[in-house]
């Protein structure tokens, strides 16, 4: 048996790929770790939003004087409240659209889009006067009819969200107003040639539901907007400069006007980069002249905030009956929610990028429905297209009798694969994990009676982006370094141990801290598997600044040229003199003398990231006569490039796929016919807990990416990218019956039996 987590390294460090103690961990077990509602200002008020009970419908009238004039209440916010409502579309021109979308977003003017839909605010001496006011607010509706499936949304008798929105096709716009936002197309090869050389072609569609990011701590804000025209903002959040921003653009004022303060995250997944609470609070505390404190219910949470969207997608897959892959298309719809912006890029991007072909097209189309507007969620538009892709290649293996691995290494990626989008793949590691796959003893394990195994595999780009790094040595030689990337899954540690990497020092000698945007210069969101590749890279950057300082201080106490003096592993030495030598504390120690404090810093906008691809073994059983899965084993296996600090490696492998299982078995939103949803708790959206699952196995492998000094690729996406399709292929196998639709519910599986006679 192999041990149940695996580092396939190449590369050993003194300090990256070590385990060392979190730096937020006693804050966080001890309970002085502050979250965003941990924020309490002197004079706090506190905010409640009026949501709308109704997916759709058109808001005829607002009375708020009632609320205006309960006793403890000192403000009422509705949309004429934002600069939106006195802008004219004439004077804002091509601004128009994209400020209404934000604006309304944030607080409905004139039209609700989804049950949830902000429609006024009342901030009050507390939260129960709020909430009693609010309940006195008046609002006339014009009940519209809703659509929430996306291909129903996609027609053109379909009920209109928006008479502004004419989709862009191929950066065409159209004539009329349509609820698909945006259609695009990327073609390689010759398509009709590829299908007609295969000996198979297979061709299937599949859904995917929605389905929330499931994070504990609800939405939250503080905002105290000053006298002098500062607004401050504290909230959880995973990018601290994108609150910075929308805020900014819905308010209409500079972004050097607002300072805002990240605080501990109890999860996010990326669906904490949107900002729903912050301009309302702000207004709020300008309308007051007091700090205003808002928080979400749980409902609010799965109503009003952005899930991950459904999907439907057709995929069509042409291969010689060696396995080799002639052809591949495929076309995808996914729901944006009420205003555009769904994650149909990332997924044609993602459909094909394992795999290389040399002739294949996708389509792609961004709709608008009455749900809430979708957000990132781990990899986003990634998990459906794989779901989809790798399931259809399942089905294929069965029909050529070949074994899974074995063909998706026929197939498989390489260094200087171009994908149908035209990009070329660097240097990459899906090989090595399907060897590894091959090799682990799950595959060659034997099944027990009624048991099924499911592989599959996953691609995220991995992304770069801004990040901005400033560090300080101390006299004690204790160096601080503060950063703008939020940490929400180790981004302090891993980041504090390429600094001590670089320096040669301890990494306990390195304290990291994350900053408001008034401390640090602009950086990009803590998402999209960038942190620990872009900040890292920072952090090395401005290591290396302060080793040259280093050098030139004790250029001057030696009093010689700089050329001549080298700094090796913690130690700055002169390059002929064996005496001349001093440790990185002796030298820190004299730096008071010799010209003061040694600050680094970088600014950096890389481009190096690495592409991550996993790849996913699920065993399961099936009660034949309740439809139940029982997930019985399951092996995440992926390339980190080098993973800095395994333990958390580890721990994002196992949760995105717990995340995955919990897709593909029991996670989805219920919707009513009026379009309402219907399980807006944790007791009704049905996510996995420990007695759901075994343990993840996990085996990282380390394929350094050549654009960072140690092989930094990012793990965060990738690993929510098989689980679905894994867990499905082998529902199947267990089974006989291929399930297209997501989540595998009992049902479904029941109703498959009775379709083909078993039950």
Excluded at 382 to 406: W, Y
Excluded at 424 to 450: S, T
Excluded at 677 to 704: K, Q, S
Aim: charged share 20%.
């Amino acid at each position: 048996m192999t041990t149940s987590n695996q580092v396939l390294s190449e590369v050993e460090f003194n300090v990256v790929g070590k385990r060392p103690v979190r730096p937020d961990g006693v804050d966080k077990v001890t309970g002085r770790a502050r979250y965003g509602d941990d924020t309490n200002l002197t004079g706090t008020l506190r905010a409640k939003v009026l949501r709308s009970p109704h997916p759709h419908a058109r808001i005829k009238s607002i009375n708020t004087s009632k609320a205006e004039a309960f006793p403890g209440v000192r403000a009422v916010l509705t949309a004429k409240d934002l600069p939106f409502a006195s802008l004219t579309k004439e004077g804002l021109g091509g601004e128009y659209t994209a400020l209404k979308f934000a604006s309304d977003h944030m607080m409905a003017s004139d039209k609700v889009l989804f049950k949830g839909h902000p429609v006024a605010a009342v901030a009050a001496v507390n939260a129960h006067v709020a909430e009693s006011a609010m309940a006195l607010i008046e609002v006339e509706y014009e009940v519209l009819e809703a659509v929430i499936d996306v291909r129903a949304a996609m027609q053109d008798t379909a009920p209109l969200l928006h008479e502004d929105l004419r989709t862009n096709d191929m950066g065409e716009t159209a004539d009329k107003s349509s609820n698909i936002a945006t259609h695009m197309s990327y073609e390689i090869g010759d398509l009709t040639k590829g299908f007609a050389e295969a000996d198979l072609v297979m061709e299937k569609e599949y859904t995917t539901a929605t389905v929330h990011q499931g994070y504990i701590e609800p939405h939250n804000t503080t905002a105290f907007w000053n006298a002098d025209g500062q607004l401050n903002l504290w909230t959880s959040t995973q990018g601290t400069f994108q609150v910075r921003a929308t805020v900014a653009n819905i308010l209409r004022i500079p972004a050097s006007q607002i300072k805002v303060t990240p605080m501990e995250i109890g999860g996010g997944f990326g669906g904490k980069i949107t900002a729903y609470l912050d301009a309302i609070c702000a207004v709020l505390s300008q309308k007051t002249g007091a700090p205003v404190k808002a928080l979400m219910t749980r409902t609010e949470v799965f109503e009003a905030s952005g899930p991950a969207p459904s999907s439907w997608m057709r995929v069509k897959i042409g291969v010689k009956n060696s396995g080799q892959m002639t052809a591949v298309e495929t076309e995808m719809a996914m729901d944006a929610g009420a205003y555009p912006g769904s994650p149909v890029m990332q997924a044609i991007v993602c459909a094909f990028a394992c795999y290389d072909v040399e002739n294949g097209k996708v389509d792609g189309y961004d709709v608008v429905d009455n749900k809430p507007k979708t957000a990132a969620y781990r990899a986003p538009g990634a998990p459906q297209a794989a779901f989809a892709v790798e399931s259809l290649i399942d089905e294929i293996c069965g029909e050529l009798k070949m074994d899974p691995i074995d063909f998706r290494l026929l197939n498989a990626a390489k260094e200087g694969t171009r994908r149908i989008e035209g990009l070329v793949a660097r240097k990459i590691g899906f090989v090595e994990c399907l060897e590894a796959a091959r090799n682990h003893d799950h595959y060659k394990a034997q099944l027990g009676d009624g048991e099924g195994r499911g592989i599959a595999a996953g691609y995220w780009p991995n992304r770069g982006f801004q990040s901005s790094v400033s560090m300080t040595v101390n006299y004690d030689g204790v160096v601080s370094l503060i950063m703008g990337s939020v940490d929400i899954g180790g981004t302090r540690a891993s980041i504090a141990q390429q600094a001590a990497e670089t320096l040669g020092i301890a990494y306990e000698d390195v304290k990291p801290t994350v900053v408001d945007t008034d401390s640090i210069g602009y950086t990009f969101i803590t998402g999209g598997s960038r942190t620990c590749f872009a900040t890292g890279l920072a952090a090395v950057n401005a290591a290396e600044d302060i080793k040259a300082q280093m050098v030139e201080r004790a250029a001057k106490i030696w009093d010689t040229d700089k050329e001549d003096v080298e700094y090796v592993a913690g130690i700055v030495q002169h390059k002929s003199d064996e005496e001349l030598k001093l440790t990185f504390k002796d030298l820190a120690r004299q730096l008071a003398t010799t010209g003061g404090a040694i600050s680094g810093r970088s600014n950096i906008d890389p481009t190096g990231e690495g592409n991550g691809y996993a790849v996913h073994l699920a065993d399961v059983t099936v009660d034949p006569d309740t439809g139940k899965t029982d997930v019985t084993r399951f092996t995440a296996i992926q390339d980190a490039g080098k993973a800095i600090h395994p333990s958390y490696v580890e721990g994002q492998m196992q949760g995105g796929a717990v995340r995955g299982i919990g897709w593909a078995l029991n996670e989805e939103y219920f919707f009513d016919d009026s379009g309402k949803m219907m399980n807006p708790t944790f007791l009704d959206y049905r996510m996995p807990t420990t007695l759901d699952l075994p343990m993840i196995d996990t085996v990282i492998v380390e394929v350094a990416n050549p654009g960072h000094p140690y092989g930094v690729r990012g793990v965060g996406e990738v690993a929510i990218c098989p689980p679905m399709a894994a867990v499905g292929n082998a529902v199947s196998a267990a089974t006989g019956y291929r399930m297209r639709s997501l989540p595998i519910t009992p049902g479904k599986i029941l109703d498959a039996g009775w379709e083909n006679g078993a039950n």
